[in-house]
Structures are given as structure tokens and as C-alpha cells.
T-cell receptor, first 114, second 112 residues
Framework: DAGVIQSPRHEVTEMGQEVTLRCKPISGHNSLFWYRQTMMRGLELLIYFNNNVPIDDSGMPEDRFSAKMPNASFSTLKIQPSEPRDSAVYFC????????????FGDGTRLSIL | GESVGLHLPTLSVQEGDNSIINCAYSNSASDYFIWYKQESGKGPQFIIDIRSNMDKRQGQRVTVLLNKTVKHLSLQIAATQPGDSAVYFCAEGAGGANNLFFGTGTRLTVIP
């Protein structure tokens, strides 16, 4: 079975550029989560969706970050404009959408902003 | 000033020994707990979970213990192998909510 698929695996770009991270959740999962992981702050929840609707975006750092889920099989996390402090590993996870179920993570996108 | 990263607790064990990784949680309302393993360059991988109506659950070579009285969770790995070397995270959820709250993690190193 295919797990959560993220692309790209690595992204290096210059500050000020727009960055778009992509995620395909596990088929049939109704909840999707975006996380950011850094050495300084560990694993942080940025936003999560239920049935394609954003439920909690309180973890989104600032207006430069936006996330969309146009359908049940695709989500994007966009940073515009990007800054060096956005450098991190970004993970997408999905779960069946019922409480008390494990989230399944993709292998992440390692983002470096120069 | 100098930046300081998270200081992960570390645990080093000899291959073949048993490992115990501990986690404290603070939310009394949490009723779902889960352990993840994260290897370098990969996303967290689900290991085992437990609900608050249980105090022990066993998987293959792993056991999770839950002590709600002192809000403590532990992961026991039997006969630890080099492939078990990773960072282990506990996470908690509450009230049927989908989101989980993750701990800072413990780095397990297995010495051959």
C-alpha cells in the first residue's frame, strides 16, 4: 500500500522565492496534517484538515505561510516569500479522521532557504 | 547570542539488552497515546498505541505501559537490535480529536 507521498524530497532556493510543498495522503484518510521539524523547536503542528476543510491553523507561523486542500488526495503548503528561518523538514501526515487513530507520516521535504 | 537546540534525552544500550524509554504527559484529559520511531532522513513511523482504558499493550518486541495516576508512559523494547537506533517520540490525543501533541523525543543508540 502506498503511504503518504511528499514532493519534492529536497528543495534549495534563495530567500524571497515562493516555495510549494506537496502531499498526497493515504487513500481513504480524511484528515491531513502539516508539521515542521527543526533542531530548535522539534516537531510542530502547522495546520490540519478534516474532509478537506482547515480545522486548526493556529500553528502557521505567519501570513507568509498558506495551505490548501483542493481535494481528498492532494494538499499544498506554500511559503511566499521564503526566508532563511523557514529552513526545516516539513512533514505531511494523514489519518482516518476519527480520534484515537495513528497518523501516518510521509518522509518529508527538507527545505533550505539560502 | 548563541542558538541552542533542543536537548534530546539519550539512551545507550547494548545489543540484546532491553530498552525502556519514558515519557511524561501533562493533560489529564488525554485518552489516546502513541509511540513513533524516527530514523535519520525519514518521517516518524508508528510503533504502537494505547487507549486510556488500558494500562499495558504488547506488540512485536515492544510493550507500552500507561500509568494514568502519575501521567507516565513508557516504551519497552525487548532484545534491542542495532536497527532500533532512532529517535522515539511519544504523542497524546484527547477527546476524540484528530490532532496529537508530540514530546521532544528520546535518542536511542544501540551499541553492537
Amino acid at each position: 500500500d502506498a503511504g503518504v507521498i511528499q514532493s519534492p524530497r529536497h528543495e534549495v532556493t534563495e530567500m524571497g522565492q515562493e516555495v510549494t510543498l506537496r502531499c498526497k495522503p493515504i487513500s481513504g484518510h480524511n484528515s491531513l496534517f502539516w508539521y515542521r521539524q527543526t533542531m530548535m523547536r522539534g516537531l510542530e503542528l502547522l495546520i490540519y484538515f478534516n474532509n478537506n476543510v482547515p480545522i486548526d491553523d493556529s500553528g502557521m507561523p505567519e501570513d507568509r505561510f498558506s495551505a490548501k486542500m483542493p481535494n481528498a488526495s492532494f494538499s499544498t503548503l506554500k511559503i511566499q516569500p521564503s526566508e532563511p528561518r523557514d529552513s526545516a523538514v516539513y512533514f505531511c501526515a494523514s489519518s482516518p479522521g476519527v480520534g484515537g487513530q495513528p497518523q501516518h507520516f510521509g518522509d518529508g521535504t527538507r527545505l533550505s532557504i539560502l | 547570542g548563541e542558538s541552542v537546540g533542543l536537548h534530546l534525552p539519550t539512551l545507550s544500550v547494548q545489543e540484546g539488552d532491553n530498552s525502556i524509554i519514558n515519557c511524561a504527559y501533562s493533560n489529564s484529559a488525554s485518552d489516546y497515546f502513541i509511540w513513533y520511531k524516527q530514523e535519520s532522513g525519514k518521517g516518524p513511523q508508528f510503533i504502537i498505541d494505547i487507549r486510556s482504558n488500558m494500562d499495558k499493550r504488547q506488540g512485536q518486541r515492544v510493550t507500552v505501559l500507561l500509568n494514568k495516576t502519575v501521567k507516565h508512559l513508557s516504551l519497552q523494547i525487548a532484545a534491542t537490535q542495532p536497527g532500533d537506533s532512532a529517535v522515539y517520540f511519544c504523542a497524546e490525543g484527547a477527546g476524540g480529536a484528530n490532532n496529537l501533541f508530540f514530546g521532544t523525543g528520546t535518542r536511542l543508540t544501540v551499541i553492537p
